[in-house]
């Protein structure tokens, strides 16, 4: 029987299989899956969620930069992945409230992501445009950032990790 309520935890060396095949099942294509292991090798943050013993989602985090600069502390969320036999039993939501939580631990004092603004705006996120961020791809209303800290909001263009470019 699954566990109502995952358990959110940092991924172990034991893990790193699992959550590759966990990525390539709950996305079209492997890229997302490759796109976890490059960010891993560079130190992203990345926190699974467990049940019954065994991985079930998935997310990361790693720093982006802001006109260029690192500065601000704020970073981008993805990929978020749960396994299709785990969708739509909260432990998408369990791994964001984690993972939120865990940034702003760290001093990020702000996220982005490319989501889908009815899900993500449950978190806080909003249009990245009226916190004056964009994307360097656009993104249009799924480019979406949350400020998690007490400094002010940088304005400029936003650029993911260097992985991102890489898949």
């Known amino acids: 029987m699954t566990s109502p309520t995952p358990v959110i935890r940092p991924e172990t060396e034991n893990d790193l299989a699992k959550i590759h095949a966990l990525n390539a099942a709950a996305f079209e294509t492997a ?10 090798e560079a130190g992203a943050l990345t926190l699974v969620a467990e049940s019954d013993g065994e991985p079930v989602g998935h997310v990361a985090v790693s720093p982006v930069t802001i006109n260029g600069s690192d ?6 969320l993805g990929p978020i992945a749960v396994h299709p036999t785990h969708q739509r039993q909260g432990v ?13 631990a760290i001093d990020g004092q702000g996220m982005v992501l490319l989501g889908n603004p009815a899900f993500y705006s449950r978190f806080g996120f909003q249009r990245s445009t009226e916190l004056g ?6 993104g249009g209303p799924y ?16 650029k993911y ?5 890489a898949v």
Request: no cysteine; hydrophobic share 50%; proline share 2%.
């Open 161 to 165: 990790h260097a992985a991102f470019d």
């Open 71 to 76: 500065r601000a502390r704020w970073f981008g």
């Open 143 to 158: 480019f979406q950032a949350v400020n998690l800290g007490t400094a002010e909001i940088p304005s400029g263009t936003v």
């Open 92 to 104: 998408g939501t369990t791994l964001m409230l984690k993972v939120l939580r865990e940034t702003a």
């Open 133 to 138: 961020l964009s994307w360097e791809n656009g």
């Open 31 to 40: 890229a997302e899956a490759d796109l976890v292991d490059l960010l891993r």
